[in-house]
């Protein structure tokens, strides 16, 4: 199954998961788990490329990113970590 889908939350992702559990089909979940100085510098390269419609500023991505929440292995994904 594939979904471009926001996963931010436990919330967000108990949604996927009953769509995943309904459905009866093969999963993953690919976290990219790096320190948020890394998104930022990845941010802010994008914004300069200009290639995307909407420029993130750090104030932005710190208040988008407060209601991150990790997976857990207690939401029974397949969860691929790339650093």
């Known amino acids: 199954m594939v979904l471009d889908f926001p996963a931010n939350t436990v919330a967000q992702r108990a949604w996927a998961r009953g769509l995943i559990d309904r459905a009866g089909v093969p ?3 690919h976290f990219l788990d790096v320190p948020d100085a890394v998104c930022k510098g990845r941010l802010r ?3 300069a490329r200009g290639e995307h419609p909407f ?3 750090d104030e932005q991505f710190d208040l988008i990113s407060s ?3 990790a997976p857990q292995d207690s939401e029974g994904f397949d969860v691929v970590r790339h650093p």
Do not use: C, E, V, Y
């Open 67 to 69: 209601h991150f929440a």
């Open 27 to 29: 999963h993953r979940l």
């Open 55 to 57: 420029n993130t500023s």
């Open 45 to 47: 390269d994008r914004n």
